[in-house]
Every structure is written in C-alpha cells, then in structure tokens.
C-alpha cells in the first residue's frame, strides 16, 4: 500500500502542502486542480523533484455529471490536462446528484438506472479524453449520489465502458445508518463485488453522536466507526500492492493522531506501506 495526503481546504500553499507531505513520510498528494493552478506547472516539478512527492490525485469536484454545465465541465477537462501534466495517474469527482446545492448531497432522482444512464452518458466523452490523454477519471462513491450502493457502482461504470474510468473507495462516504455497526462487513461485500474497478482509496472516518433525529459526520480517521486495520487488510487481498490510501478531510492539529493510526493499522494488518 502506499500513502498519500490530500490537505485542501486548510490554506496551505504549495511548499506547505510539499512540507506536511514530507513531514508525514507520504509518497502522494491529493491536489485540487485549483490548487495545481496556484503554480506553475514547472514549479510543481521542481518542487515534486525535490521532495520525491508525487501527485496522486487531481480534484475535479466542481464537475458534477447530473448537472453539468459549460463552467464545470471546463473544471473537469482542466483536471485532466493538469494531471497530464504532472504525471498524475488520476483525475477525481464524484458521480454526480440531482441537488443543485451539493454535489455529494442527496436528490430523490438519484437511486435509479435512468439516473446512473444519465451519468454514463454526461461522463463518456470525459471518458474518451482522458484514454487519449493517459489519465484515469476515478469516481468518488457516496451513499447520497448515484453511486449509491455496490451495484450502482457497479453499473455506472460497466455502462460508461472504458477502461479509463474506475472508482475511488472512501468507506466514509458509504456509511448508512444500517451499517454503522457492521461497518466492515458492508466495505468488504463493497471491496470484493468492485475488485478492480477500485483505483484509490481515501482515509477518513464517520462517527454518529447520541442526539436527536438522525446525527453523523465525518471526523479523521480513527475517531469513528470504520475499523481501518480491516479496510487496509482486504485492500491489501484484492488490489495491486501499490494502491494508494489517501488520509484527507483532517483539521492540521488532528493530522498526528491520524496518520499514527492508519500507519499502526497497516502493521496490525501485516500490510507494508511503501
């Protein structure tokens, strides 16, 4: 397994994102494409050379495949020819919603093959660029979107057809109220029914606090539910070696205690991070 770090959102410009990366002992970053675009593209270089980082991942979230737009889907063609650019394996954004507010928030039209058609189509000319171009186009499930469950997972990419588009497993997102408590069983069925459509993986958590209705968040990793010892050791069974776990959505002040423990959870799975 290798590791990475995603740290948008947190201010940090590109010798601080370079920085934490080295600090942790990461081999991959996560970057927004509108963070890539702070830089010059031989900025980046020098700055990757230097450190011995990689780009795994560029974010593409503004695009979202239910409702497109020209603004957006110029977003998602950018991604792509920056990860070109870099040398980055991947692009990343999600399946796409109905909800004009959120693109990984919940829509009534979004749990149905007609939405999952709609999707495939809005994503293959995406699709076609990135083949030519060398670059993956990796989706972020969410159980709120129309990569709702294992089999619209499933679906989605078996109807876009190319072998350019895989998937981005972040258990975080795929927890139900149902699965709470059985979490890993529910990302092992996940894990075993994709098998190589998963490309990447990222690390955060979601725990459910003791309020009325219904209450639950993301947090980092190791402060809610899902048992990562457990995660990483299927990873290691059914993906390549060098598949990469990316630890993100993590406050700087609780980035330690995170990162400790996906490590601790790698050895307690017999699993090398490399």
């Given at each position: 397994?290798?590791?990475?770090l995603?740290?948008?959102?947190?201010?940090?410009d590109?010798?601080?994102?370079?920085?934490?990366?080295?600090?942790?002992?990461?081999?991959?970053?996560?970057?927004?494409?509108?963070?890539?675009?702070?830089q010059?593209?031989?900025?980046?270089?020098?700055?990757?050379?230097?450190?011995?980082?990689?780009?795994v991942?560029?974010?593409?979230?503004a695009?979202?495949?239910?409702?497109?737009?020209?603004?957006?889907?110029?977003?998602?063609r950018?991604a792509?020819?920056?990860?070109?650019?870099?040398g980055?394996?991947?692009?990343?954004?999600?399946?796409?919603?109905?909800?004009?507010?959120?693109?990984?928030?919940?829509?009534?039209?979004?749990?149905?093959?007609?939405?999952?058609?709609?999707?495939?189509?809005?994503?293959?000319?995406?699709?076609?660029?990135?083949?030519?171009?060398?670059?993956?186009?990796?989706?972020?499930i969410?159980?709120?979107?129309?990569?709702?469950?294992?089999?619209?997972?499933?679906?989605?990419?078996?109807?876009?057809?190319?072998?350019?588009?895989?998937?981005n497993l972040?258990?975080?997102?795929m927890?139900?109220?149902?699965?709470?408590?059985s979490?890993?069983?529910?990302?092992?069925?996940?894990?075993?029914s994709?098998?190589?459509?998963?490309?990447?993986?990222?690390?955060?958590?979601?725990?459910m606090?003791?309020?009325?209705h219904?209450h639950?968040?993301?947090?980092?990793?190791?402060?809610?539910?899902?048992?990562?010892?457990?995660?990483?050791?299927?990873?290691?069974?059914?993906?390549?070696?060098?598949?990469?776990?990316?630890?993100?959505?993590?406050?700087?002040?609780?980035?330690?205690?995170?990162?400790?423990?996906?490590?601790?959870?790698?050895?307690?799975a017999?699993?090398?991070?490399?």
């Amino acid at each position: 397994m290798r590791l990475g770090l995603g740290l948008g959102g947190l201010g940090l410009d590109a010798r601080g994102l370079i920085e934490q990366a080295t600090a942790y002992g990461v081999s991959g970053l996560l970057l927004d494409v509108s963070e890539v675009r702070k830089q010059t593209i031989a900025d980046w270089h020098r700055l990757l050379a230097e450190s011995g980082l990689e780009v795994v991942q560029v974010g593409g979230w503004a695009y979202n495949p239910l409702r497109p737009t020209p603004e957006t889907e110029s977003i998602a063609r950018d991604a792509l020819a920056a990860a070109a650019d870099l040398g980055a394996p991947c692009i990343i954004m999600g399946g796409g919603t109905k909800n004009p507010k959120h693109s990984f928030c919940g829509h009534p039209d979004n749990f149905t093959d007609e939405a999952i058609s709609e999707a495939a189509a809005s994503l293959k000319p995406l699709a076609r660029e990135a083949e030519a171009a060398g670059v993956l186009v990796t989706l972020e499930i969410h159980f709120a979107t129309v990569l709702c469950d294992w089999n619209a997972c499933r679906k989605l990419i078996e109807e876009i057809a190319s072998p350019a588009v895989k998937i981005n497993l972040d258990a975080a997102n795929m927890i139900r109220y149902s699965d709470y408590w059985s979490s890993s069983d529910y990302i092992r069925a996940g894990i075993e029914s994709l098998g190589a459509m998963i490309q990447t993986c990222h690390a955060k958590d979601v725990v459910m606090h003791d309020a009325l209705h219904l209450h639950m968040d993301e947090c980092p990793a190791g402060e809610g539910c899902l048992n990562y010892a457990d995660i990483i050791a299927m990873v290691d069974a059914h993906l390549p070696a060098d598949t990469y776990m990316v630890v993100e959505h993590t406050p700087l002040a609780k980035l330690p205690a995170a990162m400790a423990y996906i490590r601790d959870c790698a050895a307690q799975a017999g699993v090398a991070i490399i």
